[in-house]
Protein backbone atom coordinates (compact mmCIF):
# COMPACT_ATOMS: atom_id res chain seq x y z
CA UNK A 1 0.00 0.00 0.00
CA UNK A 2 1.58 3.20 -1.10
CA UNK A 3 1.64 5.75 1.92
CA UNK A 4 4.26 8.23 0.63
CA UNK A 5 3.90 9.79 -2.80
CA UNK A 6 6.79 12.25 -4.11
CA UNK A 7 6.32 14.51 -7.28
CA UNK A 8 9.20 15.98 -8.77
CA UNK A 9 8.14 19.21 -11.08
CA UNK A 10 5.51 21.67 -9.65
CA UNK A 11 4.16 23.31 -12.85
CA UNK A 12 0.94 22.86 -14.54
CA UNK A 13 0.90 19.39 -14.44
CA UNK A 14 2.08 18.22 -11.26
CA UNK A 15 0.63 20.73 -8.68
CA UNK A 16 -2.69 20.30 -10.11
CA UNK A 17 -2.68 16.64 -9.43
CA UNK A 18 -0.94 16.04 -6.58
CA UNK A 19 -3.14 18.33 -4.75
CA UNK A 20 -6.55 16.32 -6.00
CA UNK A 21 -4.64 13.54 -5.57
CA UNK A 22 -3.73 14.83 -1.83
CA UNK A 23 -7.28 15.79 -1.23
CA UNK A 24 -8.84 12.17 -2.58
CA UNK A 25 -6.41 10.61 -0.64
CA UNK A 26 -5.95 11.78 2.64
CA UNK A 27 -4.13 8.53 3.90
CA UNK A 28 -1.63 9.29 1.40
CA UNK A 29 1.24 11.97 2.32
CA UNK A 30 1.79 13.73 -1.17
CA UNK A 31 5.37 16.03 -1.34
CA UNK A 32 5.59 17.93 -4.69
CA UNK A 33 8.92 19.36 -5.04
CA UNK A 34 11.47 21.68 -7.53
CA UNK A 35 14.24 23.48 -7.36
CA UNK A 36 12.42 26.21 -8.32
CA UNK A 37 12.43 28.08 -4.71
CA UNK A 38 10.16 31.21 -6.00
CA UNK A 39 8.18 29.02 -7.28
CA UNK A 40 7.75 26.75 -3.93
CA UNK A 41 7.25 30.23 -1.92
CA UNK A 42 4.28 30.65 -4.46
CA UNK A 43 2.83 27.67 -3.10
CA UNK A 44 3.27 27.64 0.15
CA UNK A 45 2.32 31.32 0.95
CA UNK A 46 -0.06 31.74 3.36
CA UNK A 47 -2.99 33.54 0.98
CA UNK A 48 -4.04 30.29 -1.73
CA UNK A 49 -4.89 32.91 -3.98
CA UNK A 50 -1.09 33.64 -4.46
CA UNK A 51 -0.21 30.30 -5.76
CA UNK A 52 1.50 30.52 -9.19
CA UNK A 53 -0.73 28.35 -10.99
CA UNK A 54 -4.26 29.99 -11.89
CA UNK A 55 -6.90 27.36 -12.49
CA UNK A 56 -10.40 27.73 -11.29
CA UNK A 57 -10.98 25.54 -8.57
CA UNK A 58 -7.35 24.76 -7.76
CA UNK A 59 -7.05 27.18 -4.62
CA UNK A 60 -9.76 25.42 -2.89
CA UNK A 61 -8.04 22.03 -3.62
CA UNK A 62 -4.74 23.40 -1.96
CA UNK A 63 -6.52 25.12 1.15
CA UNK A 64 -8.23 22.11 1.87
CA UNK A 65 -4.79 19.63 1.61
CA UNK A 66 -2.17 21.72 1.85
CA UNK A 67 -0.33 21.32 5.65
CA UNK A 68 -2.70 17.86 5.87
CA UNK A 69 -1.15 15.50 3.67
CA UNK A 70 -0.08 18.28 0.67
CA UNK A 71 3.01 19.68 1.39
CA UNK A 72 5.72 21.90 -1.33
CA UNK A 73 9.41 21.84 -0.95
CA UNK A 74 12.46 21.98 -2.49
CA UNK A 75 14.03 19.38 -0.60
CA UNK A 76 13.99 17.25 -3.81
CA UNK A 77 16.82 14.08 -2.26
CA UNK A 78 14.35 14.43 1.03
CA UNK A 79 11.15 13.31 -0.75
CA UNK A 80 12.34 10.67 -2.95
CA UNK A 81 14.23 9.06 -0.05
CA UNK A 82 10.77 8.80 1.78
CA UNK A 83 8.66 7.92 -0.94
CA UNK A 84 6.93 4.38 -2.28
CA UNK A 85 5.71 6.00 -5.41
CA UNK A 86 7.47 8.95 -7.72
CA UNK A 87 5.88 11.07 -10.04
CA UNK A 88 8.00 12.45 -12.90
CA UNK A 89 6.02 15.78 -13.84
CA UNK A 90 9.02 17.87 -15.55
CA UNK A 91 9.59 20.04 -18.47
CA UNK A 92 10.27 18.21 -21.52
CA UNK A 93 10.23 21.27 -24.28
CA UNK A 94 11.46 21.23 -27.79
CA UNK A 95 15.04 21.09 -28.72
CA UNK A 96 16.70 24.26 -29.40
CA UNK A 97 20.32 22.30 -30.34
CA UNK A 98 21.91 19.20 -32.03
CA UNK A 99 20.19 16.20 -33.40
CA UNK A 100 16.12 16.75 -33.35
CA UNK A 101 16.50 20.80 -33.07
CA UNK A 102 13.10 22.39 -33.60
CA UNK A 103 10.98 19.13 -33.45
CA UNK A 104 12.36 15.99 -30.66
CA UNK A 105 11.53 16.44 -27.36
CA UNK A 106 14.50 17.59 -24.85
CA UNK A 107 14.69 14.85 -22.17
CA UNK A 108 17.63 16.45 -20.30
CA UNK A 109 15.24 16.88 -17.36
CA UNK A 110 13.68 13.78 -17.61
CA UNK A 111 17.38 12.13 -17.32
CA UNK A 112 18.53 14.11 -14.76
CA UNK A 113 15.30 13.00 -12.75
CA UNK A 114 16.15 9.65 -13.16
CA UNK A 115 19.63 9.71 -12.06
CA UNK A 116 18.94 11.40 -9.02
CA UNK A 117 16.49 9.15 -8.24
CA UNK A 118 18.81 6.12 -8.72
CA UNK A 119 21.20 7.83 -6.71
CA UNK A 120 19.42 8.56 -3.88
CA UNK A 121 16.76 5.68 -3.75
CA UNK A 122 17.46 2.94 -0.87
CA UNK A 123 14.14 1.12 -1.25
CA UNK A 124 12.26 -0.26 -4.12
CA UNK A 125 9.88 2.54 -5.77
CA UNK A 126 7.42 2.74 -8.52
CA UNK A 127 8.48 5.64 -11.40
CA UNK A 128 5.69 7.07 -13.09
CA UNK A 129 6.11 8.89 -15.98
CA UNK A 130 3.22 11.96 -15.62
CA UNK A 131 5.19 14.25 -18.32
CA UNK A 132 4.95 14.20 -21.86
CA UNK A 133 7.42 11.93 -23.31
CA UNK A 134 8.27 10.05 -26.66
CA UNK A 135 7.42 6.84 -27.34
CA UNK A 136 9.78 4.31 -25.73
CA UNK A 137 11.13 7.09 -22.97
CA UNK A 138 10.09 4.44 -20.18
CA UNK A 139 13.13 2.31 -21.12
CA UNK A 140 15.77 4.72 -21.20
CA UNK A 141 14.63 5.68 -17.65
CA UNK A 142 14.35 2.25 -16.62
CA UNK A 143 17.74 1.46 -18.08
CA UNK A 144 19.10 4.36 -15.73
CA UNK A 145 17.69 3.34 -12.82
CA UNK A 146 18.54 -0.46 -13.48
CA UNK A 147 22.12 0.16 -13.33
CA UNK A 148 22.53 1.82 -9.88
CA UNK A 149 24.39 -1.20 -8.20
CA UNK A 150 23.15 -0.59 -5.37
CA UNK A 151 19.99 -3.42 -5.02
CA UNK A 152 17.11 -1.24 -5.57
CA UNK A 153 14.14 -2.42 -7.69
CA UNK A 154 12.36 0.07 -9.91
CA UNK A 155 8.96 -0.57 -11.64
CA UNK A 156 8.73 2.20 -14.51
CA UNK A 157 4.82 2.95 -15.74
CA UNK A 158 3.72 5.76 -18.24
CA UNK A 159 0.00 7.87 -16.75
CA UNK A 160 -0.26 10.52 -19.36
CA UNK A 161 -1.73 13.73 -18.58
CA UNK A 162 -5.29 14.58 -20.45
CA UNK A 163 -5.88 18.13 -18.91
CA UNK A 164 -7.01 20.60 -20.46
CA UNK A 165 -5.76 24.08 -18.81
CA UNK A 166 -8.91 26.05 -17.40
CA UNK A 167 -10.99 22.59 -16.60
CA UNK A 168 -8.11 20.90 -15.22
CA UNK A 169 -9.75 20.54 -11.84
CA UNK A 170 -12.58 19.47 -13.16
CA UNK A 171 -10.88 16.86 -15.44
CA UNK A 172 -9.06 15.98 -12.54
CA UNK A 173 -12.21 15.01 -10.83
CA UNK A 174 -14.17 13.53 -13.57
CA UNK A 175 -11.82 12.27 -15.94
CA UNK A 176 -12.69 10.78 -19.40
CA UNK A 177 -10.63 8.41 -19.31
CA UNK A 178 -7.08 7.41 -16.83
CA UNK A 179 -4.73 5.70 -18.59
CA UNK A 180 -1.71 3.94 -17.15
CA UNK A 181 0.73 1.85 -18.63
CA UNK A 182 3.25 -0.67 -17.56
CA UNK A 183 5.24 -3.90 -17.68
CA UNK A 184 3.54 -7.05 -19.04
CA UNK A 185 5.78 -9.02 -15.88
CA UNK A 186 3.95 -10.05 -12.69
CA UNK A 187 5.71 -7.09 -11.26
CA UNK A 188 5.04 -4.91 -13.54
CA UNK A 189 1.42 -5.63 -13.50
CA UNK A 190 1.45 -5.50 -9.60
CA UNK A 191 2.61 -1.69 -10.02
CA UNK A 192 -0.21 -0.89 -12.48
CA UNK A 193 -2.29 -1.99 -10.17
CA UNK A 194 -1.34 -0.14 -7.55
CA UNK A 195 -1.64 3.39 -9.08
CA UNK A 196 -5.45 2.07 -10.61
CA UNK A 197 -6.17 1.87 -6.60
CA UNK A 198 -5.13 5.16 -5.92
CA UNK A 199 -7.38 6.53 -8.87
CA UNK A 200 -10.08 3.92 -7.66
CA UNK A 201 -10.81 6.52 -4.66
CA UNK A 202 -12.48 8.54 -6.79
CA UNK A 203 -12.66 7.63 -10.69
CA UNK A 204 -15.08 4.71 -11.45
CA UNK A 205 -12.60 1.55 -12.35
CA UNK A 206 -14.35 1.42 -15.74
CA UNK A 207 -12.55 4.92 -17.18
CA UNK A 208 -9.42 3.73 -15.66
CA UNK A 209 -7.72 1.92 -18.61
CA UNK A 210 -4.79 -0.31 -18.34
CA UNK A 211 -2.12 -0.77 -21.58
CA UNK A 212 1.81 -1.81 -22.48
CA UNK A 213 3.65 1.05 -21.40
CA UNK A 214 4.46 2.36 -24.96
CA UNK A 215 0.88 2.45 -26.16
CA UNK A 216 -0.01 4.57 -23.39
CA UNK A 217 3.52 7.02 -24.41
CA UNK A 218 2.13 7.12 -27.96
CA UNK A 219 -1.34 7.80 -27.10
CA UNK A 220 -0.75 11.01 -24.94
CA UNK A 221 1.00 11.92 -28.29
CA UNK A 222 -1.95 10.73 -31.22
CA UNK A 223 -4.38 12.50 -28.34
CA UNK A 224 -3.04 16.16 -28.52
CA UNK A 225 -2.05 15.31 -32.36
CA UNK A 226 -6.09 14.59 -33.18
CA UNK A 227 -7.13 17.78 -31.47
CA UNK A 228 -4.60 19.86 -32.74
CA UNK A 229 -5.30 18.95 -36.55
CA UNK A 230 -9.46 19.80 -35.39
CA UNK A 231 -8.07 23.64 -34.82
CA UNK A 232 -6.11 23.59 -38.16
CA UNK A 233 -8.90 22.17 -40.16
CA UNK A 234 -11.14 24.30 -39.31
CA UNK A 235 -8.89 27.27 -39.56
CA UNK A 236 -7.85 26.48 -43.10
CA UNK A 237 -11.61 26.46 -43.33
CA UNK A 238 -11.88 29.92 -42.05
CA UNK A 239 -9.74 31.82 -44.60
CA UNK A 240 -11.94 30.07 -47.33
CA UNK A 241 -15.01 31.39 -45.76
CA UNK A 242 -13.63 34.66 -45.61
CA UNK A 243 -13.10 34.75 -49.55
CA UNK A 244 -16.51 33.07 -50.26
CA UNK A 245 -18.75 34.80 -47.83
CA UNK A 246 -19.33 31.76 -46.25
CA UNK A 247 -19.33 32.02 -42.15
CA UNK A 248 -17.00 29.57 -40.48
CA UNK A 249 -18.94 29.31 -37.30
CA UNK A 250 -21.87 28.88 -39.37
CA UNK A 251 -19.81 26.02 -41.46
CA UNK A 252 -18.88 24.73 -37.87
CA UNK A 253 -22.36 24.44 -36.12
CA UNK A 254 -23.60 22.36 -39.39
CA UNK A 255 -20.36 19.86 -39.47
CA UNK A 256 -20.31 19.76 -35.40
CA UNK A 257 -24.02 18.13 -35.33
CA UNK A 258 -22.61 15.19 -37.43
CA UNK A 259 -22.44 12.58 -34.48
CA UNK A 260 -19.63 11.00 -36.63
CA UNK A 261 -17.60 14.38 -36.53
CA UNK A 262 -18.82 16.24 -32.70
CA UNK A 263 -18.89 19.76 -32.43
CA UNK A 264 -15.12 20.07 -30.07
CA UNK A 265 -12.57 21.69 -31.06
CA UNK A 266 -14.02 23.11 -34.09
CA UNK A 267 -14.02 27.29 -33.25
CA UNK A 268 -11.90 28.83 -35.48
CA UNK A 269 -9.33 31.23 -33.95
CA UNK A 270 -6.36 33.08 -34.14
CA UNK A 271 -4.76 29.63 -33.56
CA UNK A 272 -4.03 27.47 -30.66
CA UNK A 273 -1.05 27.32 -27.97
CA UNK A 274 -0.17 26.37 -25.12
CA UNK A 275 2.53 23.92 -23.97
CA UNK A 276 0.90 20.47 -25.51
CA UNK A 277 -0.24 20.79 -28.79
CA UNK A 278 2.84 22.15 -30.98
CA UNK A 279 5.21 20.21 -28.85
CA UNK A 280 3.80 17.36 -29.20
CA UNK A 281 2.94 16.89 -32.96
CA UNK A 282 6.59 18.27 -33.29
CA UNK A 283 7.84 15.14 -31.47
CA UNK A 284 5.37 13.24 -33.72
CA UNK A 285 6.73 14.11 -36.33
CA UNK A 286 10.45 13.43 -35.40
CA UNK A 287 9.36 10.09 -34.64
CA UNK A 288 7.98 9.44 -37.95
CA UNK A 289 11.12 10.51 -39.64
CA UNK A 290 13.36 8.98 -37.27
CA UNK A 291 11.52 5.49 -38.56
CA UNK A 292 11.75 6.56 -42.19
CA UNK A 293 8.15 7.52 -42.38
CA UNK A 294 8.56 10.92 -44.51
CA UNK A 295 4.69 10.92 -45.82
CA UNK A 296 3.41 10.37 -42.21
CA UNK A 297 5.65 13.10 -41.31
CA UNK A 298 4.56 15.73 -43.68
CA UNK A 299 0.99 14.98 -42.77
CA UNK A 300 1.22 16.23 -38.74
CA UNK A 301 4.06 18.91 -39.63
CA UNK A 302 1.33 20.57 -42.07
CA UNK A 303 -1.10 20.76 -38.98
CA UNK A 304 1.82 23.17 -37.42
CA UNK A 305 2.51 24.75 -40.28
CA UNK A 306 -1.66 25.46 -41.18
CA UNK A 307 -1.65 27.01 -37.05
CA UNK A 308 1.59 29.52 -37.83
CA UNK A 309 0.43 30.58 -40.65
CA UNK A 310 -3.09 31.56 -39.00
CA UNK A 311 -1.30 33.87 -36.41
CA UNK A 312 0.85 35.37 -39.59
CA UNK A 313 -2.57 36.24 -41.51
CA UNK A 314 -4.22 37.96 -38.41
CA UNK A 315 -1.06 39.89 -37.74
CA UNK A 316 -1.22 40.91 -41.85
CA UNK A 317 -5.00 41.60 -41.95
CA UNK A 318 -4.66 44.10 -39.04
CA UNK A 319 -1.50 45.76 -41.01
CA UNK A 320 -3.75 45.64 -44.25
CA UNK A 321 -6.73 47.30 -43.00
CA UNK A 322 -5.19 49.86 -40.80
CA UNK A 323 -3.78 50.99 -44.55
CA UNK A 324 -0.76 49.31 -44.77
CA UNK A 325 0.98 50.66 -42.11
CA UNK A 326 0.77 50.16 -38.16
CA UNK A 327 4.26 52.37 -37.68
CA UNK A 328 3.68 54.71 -34.50
CA UNK A 329 0.04 53.25 -33.99
CA UNK A 330 -1.39 51.75 -31.01
CA UNK A 331 -3.08 48.60 -30.83
CA UNK A 332 -4.58 47.31 -27.93
CA UNK A 333 -4.22 43.60 -27.09
CA UNK A 334 -6.91 42.24 -24.75
CA UNK A 335 -6.01 38.85 -23.39
CA UNK A 336 -1.82 37.48 -23.26
CA UNK A 337 -2.53 33.63 -22.31
CA UNK A 338 -3.07 31.27 -24.87
CA UNK A 339 -6.39 30.84 -23.56
CA UNK A 340 -9.15 31.58 -20.85
CA UNK A 341 -8.91 30.62 -17.04
CA UNK A 342 -5.13 30.01 -17.41
CA UNK A 343 -2.30 32.10 -16.82
CA UNK A 344 0.12 29.69 -19.19
CA UNK A 345 1.18 32.01 -21.82
CA UNK A 346 3.26 29.06 -23.76
CA UNK A 347 2.81 29.38 -27.03
CA UNK A 348 0.31 31.71 -27.13
CA UNK A 349 -0.93 33.05 -30.52
CA UNK A 350 -0.32 37.13 -28.70
CA UNK A 351 3.05 36.49 -28.49
CA UNK A 352 3.76 36.14 -32.41
CA UNK A 353 1.08 38.89 -33.49
CA UNK A 354 2.39 41.30 -31.08
CA UNK A 355 6.13 40.20 -32.50
CA UNK A 356 4.67 40.74 -36.01
CA UNK A 357 3.46 43.78 -35.12
CA UNK A 358 6.37 45.41 -33.64
CA UNK A 359 8.63 44.93 -36.51
CA UNK A 360 6.42 47.13 -38.25
CA UNK A 361 6.57 49.92 -35.43
CA UNK A 362 3.62 49.42 -34.04
CA UNK A 363 3.01 50.28 -30.38
CA UNK A 364 0.89 47.76 -28.36
CA UNK A 365 -0.85 47.93 -25.10
CA UNK A 366 -1.59 45.02 -23.09
CA UNK A 367 -3.89 43.78 -20.30
CA UNK A 368 -4.57 40.21 -19.54
CA UNK A 369 -6.84 39.73 -16.11
CA UNK A 370 -4.14 36.81 -14.78
CA UNK A 371 -0.86 37.55 -16.99
CA UNK A 372 1.63 40.05 -15.61
CA UNK A 373 4.24 42.49 -17.36
CA UNK A 374 7.19 40.85 -15.91
CA UNK A 375 5.54 37.10 -18.11
CA UNK A 376 4.85 39.17 -21.21
CA UNK A 377 8.11 40.72 -21.96
CA UNK A 378 10.27 37.09 -21.06
CA UNK A 379 7.90 35.69 -23.88
CA UNK A 380 8.85 38.39 -26.20
CA UNK A 381 12.68 38.34 -25.24
CA UNK A 382 12.77 34.58 -25.64
CA UNK A 383 12.12 35.22 -29.22
CA UNK A 384 15.15 37.20 -29.52
CA UNK A 385 14.07 39.30 -32.68
CA UNK A 386 14.93 42.57 -31.07
CA UNK A 387 16.62 43.98 -27.94
CA UNK A 388 15.00 44.44 -24.38
CA UNK A 389 15.01 47.63 -24.13
CA UNK A 390 13.02 47.76 -27.64
CA UNK A 391 10.29 45.40 -26.49
CA UNK A 392 9.94 47.79 -23.09
CA UNK A 393 9.69 50.71 -25.33
CA UNK A 394 7.26 48.87 -27.88
CA UNK A 395 4.90 46.76 -24.79
CA UNK A 396 2.96 48.82 -22.42
CA UNK A 397 1.08 46.76 -19.68
CA UNK A 398 -1.51 47.83 -17.91
CA UNK A 399 -4.06 46.71 -15.54
CA UNK A 400 -7.79 47.11 -17.00
CA UNK A 401 -8.64 47.10 -20.56
CA UNK A 402 -10.34 50.88 -20.65
CA UNK A 403 -6.36 52.07 -20.18
CA UNK A 404 -5.32 49.68 -23.02
CA UNK A 405 -8.05 50.99 -25.57
CA UNK A 406 -7.43 54.25 -24.90
CA UNK A 407 -6.75 56.41 -27.84
CA UNK A 408 -5.79 53.24 -29.74
CA UNK A 409 -6.34 52.81 -33.43
CA UNK A 410 -7.02 48.91 -32.89
CA UNK A 411 -8.06 46.22 -30.63
CA UNK A 412 -6.96 42.74 -31.11
CA UNK A 413 -8.64 40.18 -29.01
CA UNK A 414 -6.11 37.57 -28.28
CA UNK A 415 -7.62 35.23 -25.71
CA UNK A 416 -11.79 34.31 -24.91
CA UNK A 417 -11.83 35.98 -21.65
CA UNK A 418 -15.59 35.86 -20.15
CA UNK A 419 -14.94 39.63 -18.90
CA UNK A 420 -14.65 40.87 -22.19
CA UNK A 421 -17.89 40.55 -23.72
CA UNK A 422 -18.93 42.60 -20.13
CA UNK A 423 -17.49 45.80 -20.98
CA UNK A 424 -19.34 49.12 -21.82
CA UNK A 425 -18.13 49.05 -25.58
CA UNK A 426 -19.48 52.44 -26.05
CA UNK A 427 -17.08 53.77 -23.38
CA UNK A 428 -14.54 51.93 -24.81
CA UNK A 429 -15.34 53.45 -28.19
CA UNK A 430 -15.28 57.14 -27.28
CA UNK A 431 -11.79 56.80 -25.96
CA UNK A 432 -10.30 55.10 -28.95
CA UNK A 433 -8.77 57.29 -32.66
CA UNK A 434 -11.28 56.69 -35.17
CA UNK A 435 -12.53 54.80 -36.99
CA UNK A 436 -11.99 52.35 -34.52
CA UNK A 437 -11.27 48.39 -35.49
CA UNK A 438 -11.50 45.44 -33.67
CA UNK A 439 -10.16 42.18 -34.57
CA UNK A 440 -11.80 39.78 -32.85
CA UNK A 441 -9.03 36.39 -32.74
CA UNK A 442 -11.17 34.23 -30.14
CA UNK A 443 -14.78 35.12 -32.28
CA UNK A 444 -16.16 35.83 -28.58
CA UNK A 445 -17.45 39.57 -29.11
CA UNK A 446 -21.04 40.75 -30.87
CA UNK A 447 -20.37 41.81 -34.41
CA UNK A 448 -23.93 43.44 -34.55
CA UNK A 449 -23.75 45.33 -31.33
CA UNK A 450 -19.81 46.43 -32.10
CA UNK A 451 -20.67 47.49 -35.66
CA UNK A 452 -23.80 49.71 -34.06
CA UNK A 453 -21.74 51.56 -31.82
CA UNK A 454 -19.60 52.49 -34.78
CA UNK A 455 -16.65 49.91 -34.48
CA UNK A 456 -15.57 48.53 -37.54
CA UNK A 457 -15.65 44.68 -36.61
CA UNK A 458 -13.57 41.80 -37.93
CA UNK A 459 -13.53 38.10 -36.48
CA UNK A 460 -12.03 34.75 -38.01
CA UNK A 461 -13.89 33.10 -41.16
CA UNK A 462 -16.56 35.22 -41.78
CA UNK A 463 -16.97 38.54 -44.14
Known amino acids: M ?30 VVDLNEKRIAAWNDQDVNNIPIYEPGLSDV ?20 EADMIFISVNTPTKTYGVGKGMAADL ?18 IVVEKSTLPVRTASAIKEILEHTGNGVQFQILSNPEFLAEGTAIEDLFAPDRVLIGGDTSAEGQKAIETLVAIYANWVPRDKILTTNVWSSELSKLTANAFLAQRVSSINALSEL ?27 SSVGFGGSCFQKDILNLVYIAKSYGLNEVADYWEQVIIMNDHQKRRFAKNIIK ?42 TIAVYDPKVGEEQIQFDLNYLETRSEDANKKGVQVVDNAYEACKD ?12 FKTYDWQKIYDNMLKPAFVFDGRNILDKKELEKIGFIYQGIGSR
Not at 108 to 125: G, H, M, S
Not at 241 to 267: H, P, Q, W, Y
Request: net charge positive.
Open 241 to 267: CEKTGADVNEVARAIGMDSRIGSKFLK
Open 408 to 419: AHAIAVLTEWDE
Open 2 to 31: IKNICCIGAGYVGGPTMAVIAQKCPHIKVT
Open 108 to 125: KYIELCARQIARVAKTDK
Open 62 to 81: VAEARGRNLFFSTEVDKAID
Open 321 to 362: TLYNTVSGKKIAFLGWAFKKDTNDTRESAAIYVADDLLSEQA
